[in-house]
């Protein structure tokens, strides 16, 4: 069952267009990450969604009733939402009092409450600091207290925008930790901005990737990091090999394509003469010293132009009549004895290719 539904959502702060036609659907129960670079709108859009600001145009339904435009509405149901910033402001009072301040506004008796904030801080792990004052935590303790005050009041949507952007990675983890329990356990349905994508794959059912005020592709994360929509997504999660080419012929589901004079076989249903680009992540490319032993249907030939070592990988460029980049351990190199010049062999499943339009 859709809890929201955005439809053609935009905004404008005077002449400056922030988010373009953005359409989303967000299940009860369903954990749904945005990820976009800097920039991109995904804070707006929470604002929105949070029913903080109102778009310039569009809607949003919540439940299927549509509260765009009535003011009662959107206060009832900005009761049912939570939204936890990305720099959330605690109050100069003890952490046990700024998780109950939600229930006291609402008029919660003071026995419920007690048993409500003390489940949430033993959820973050927070309740042997319930007599600390807020304004002493750390970073990550502080985005802490903040989930368990937005939870606290057990909405139905809870959003949060880039909740560990600024912590260091032990913090970073414990918050992510939360949040699992939060999806898992507490079955709350989750809307997330944040611009780490590793982040994005660990705790999403689907993602949606906007750049530029748009939403280019909403999908499973497999859908949106192995087979992306456009250039722009392809570069952004990091498919860093993009070649165009022309499909030349098929075989089946197999389509042959030309990229500088070379053919790669692929999975696609692209027809012959379409103008495509090639999309094959660097960690999907096998490097031998023979192409004899592999069983990929597409080995290309090529040496090494340049090499750079990241510990514990070694990012290998290599020539095969254009440029390729390959991810392999620095163990792997060390015993093939990779250098600058050496004559490798790139092996690539068909299987391990995407292909996309080329406009």
Same mark, same amino acid.
């Given at each position: 069952?859709?809890? +929201? ?11 400056? &267009? ?25 804070? &707006?859009?929470?604002?929105? %969604? ?48 700024? #998780? ?59 959003? %949060? ?12 983890? @414990? ?6 329990? #939060?999806?898992?356990? @507490?079955?709350? &349905? ?17 993602? $949606?990737?906007?750049?530029? $005020? ?34 030349? $012929?098929?075989? $089946?589901?197999?389509?042959? =394509? ?5 053919? =790669? ?42 090499? +750079?070592? #990241? ?17 392999? &351990? ?18 690539? @499943? ?10």
């Amino acid at each position: 069952m859709i809890l +929201v539904e955005a439809k053609n959502l935009t905004q404008r702060f005077g002449e400056n &267009t922030i988010l373009t036609d953005v359409n989303l659907k967000v299940s009860r129960k369903e954990a749904f990450v945005i990820i976009g670079p800097t920039g991109a709108g995904k804070t &707006t859009l929470l604002r929105i %969604l949070d029913l903080l600001d109102r778009p310039s145009a569009g809607s949003i339904a919540f439940s299927g009733i549509d509260i765009t435009s009535s003011k009662r509405l959107r206060q009832s149901t900005r009761r049912r939402i939570s939204f936890v910033q990305q720099k959330p402001i605690v109050f100069h009072m003890n952490v046990y009092d700024n #998780v109950a301040c939600g229930l006291r506004w609402r008029g919660v008796k003071e026995t419920i409450i007690r048993e409500k904030v003390m489940s949430v801080l033993e959820l973050v792990a927070m309740h042997e600091y319930k007599d600390r004052n807020a304004k002493t935590l750390s970073g990550g303790e502080t985005q802490r207290v903040a989930v368990a005050r937005a939870l606290v009041t057990d909405p139905e949507m809870i959003l %949060l925008d880039e909740p560990t952007a600024n912590l260091d990675p032990i913090s970073a983890s @414990k918050i992510e930790e939360v949040l699992t329990h #939060v999806i898992t356990e @507490k079955k709350t &349905t989750m809307i997330m901005a944040t611009h780490d994508m590793s982040q994005g794959q660990r705790l999403a059912d689907r993602i $949606g990737v906007m750049i530029a $005020g748009r939403m280019l592709q909403v999908g499973s994360p497999r859908e949106i990091f192995i087979s992306p929509q456009t250039r722009e997504i392809a570069e952004f999660v990091g498919v860093e090999n993009i070649l165009p080419g022309i499909v030349t $012929g098929r075989d $089946g589901n197999l389509a042959n =394509i030309e990229v500088e004079k070379q053919n =790669i076989e692929a999975i696609s249903a692209y027809h012959e003469g379409e103008r495509v680009y090639v999309l094959v992540r660097p960690e999907d490319i096998t490097l031998s010293l023979s192409g004899e032993s592999s069983s990929a249907r597409n080995n290309l030939v090529g040496r090494i132009v340049k090499m +750079v070592s #990241v510990e514990p990988l070694v990012r290998i460029e290599v020539d095969c009549g254009f440029h390729l980049l390959a991810l392999i &351990t620095n163990r792997s190199s060390e015993e093939m004895g990779l250098t600058i010049g050496k004559k490798v062999y790139c092996s690539i @499943k068909a299987s391990a290719i995407s292909i996309i339009k080329r406009w």
